[in-house]
């Protein structure tokens, strides 16, 4: 249960949870009691952690190691590093914070109290620590809530892990609010069917975006997410850059993590519409200022309906390339590359280096494309070559 404690010099004053007992636990959840607990056990980055019901996929380790990186960055350069994890699943990530990321508080939130004891037992593995001195605490209520009292509290968080389900957006605002200015947000989506362009009513609800199908539905989903961020937060006068991106095919799942910072970003600067032509292949984004004169070269700048315009979305680079680099070094240092398991991670981080130049145009034309047009360009070749041999032939019986 939790409630409002507003003067309080806990180093957690918004939420506190009243003293409750294991008899009145089962009393509100009768399904779990000790007999009823299942005990799965895993290991990730050398910490061993149960799983027990919950709902947790090992494919997803890529991005909490991403996450732990970018929060250690955080930490050295900051001095100081307190975490919301808004929707904990089975306490994994709040413990990789504590332990790799050497955070100095963690608030372990899931709405789910049924899977309060798998996630006790895995922060239990830090010390919990008392008053000024807490390293830890764990809540079961709804997310945008216990953000929203953060907020009211002035309780700010350096780095906020909303680790969500589907299209849920709703949860920007409540974030931003809890977020200390410079701080980090971890946010996800996992709708592929909306990133893709099958939902553009639900997309425009969700991200303020009217997404249509695109070969690249991939880095799309991405723009779409960074893209509704910087919209909720332009709404409270400030503005978001992404530091990295990434997906993943496993649900699928897309991941961005935003440094927040007070004032707007220039006008238009990032935001806007993207195009893909049917015809020729070809991306490129547009203003709000040229709505009306969206065109494509192949078309000899008329309006075409080889044309497909999804949008607004984030329009500027995927990641940042000196803080990408960053983490790839700090990975190094710790031993996270160079060898079978961190191959993978290695890979990522090198090929988010090479994909945040500004200047890489938008998706990618498909190698059948490519190949289509070559044939194209041959053929006409060899027409032209078969002309100019039979029109020599011509010429030469007629002297």
Known sequence: MIFLSPGTLSPYPSLHLLPKTLANYRKTNPRTSISCHKSEYRTERGLEFDIGDSFFRHES???????????????????????????????????????????????????????????????LQVSRGFGDERRWILTHSDANRVMTECYLHRDYFDLIDVDSFGSESTFLRSAFSALKLGGLLYITSTDGYTSGGHRPDHSLASYGAYVRPMPYSNEVGLRMLIGGAVREASVLGYHVIPLFSYYSYHGPVFRVMLQFNRGKLPKSRHYGLISYCTQCGNSQAF?????????????????????????????????????????????????????????????????????????????????????????????????????????????????
Request: glycine fraction near 8%; proline fraction near 3%.
């Open 287 to 399: 203003s709000w200022h040229e709505l009306g004169r969206i065109n494509c070269p192949c078309n000899n700048a008329h309006v075409s309906g080889s044309l497909i315009v999804s949008g607004p979305l984030w329009t500027g680079p995927l990641h940042n390339a000196t803080y990408v680099t960053e983490m790839l070094n700090l990975a190094e240092q710790r031993g996270w590359t160079g060898n079978g398991i961190g191959m993978d991670l290695e890979k990522l981080l090198k090929l988010m280096i090479d994909e945040s130049d500004p200047e890489l145009p938008f998706g990618y034309i498909k190698l059948d494309e490519v190949l289509v047009k070559l044939c194209l360009i041959m053929l006409l070749l060899l027409e032209f070559n078969s002309y100019f041999i039979i029109k020599l032939e011509f010429c030469d019986r007629l002297h």
């Open 61 to 123: 380790a890529t991005g909490r190691d991403l996450g732990v990186l970018a929060a250690a960055l955080y930490k050295k350069s900051i001095g100081n590093l307190r975490v919301l994890d808004a929707m904990c699943g089975c306490g994994i990530r709040s413990l990789r914070y504590l332990v790799e990321a050497e955070a100095d508080f963690v608030l372990a939130n899931d709405a789910n109290d049924y899977y309060r004891r798998v996630i006790l037992s895995n922060l």
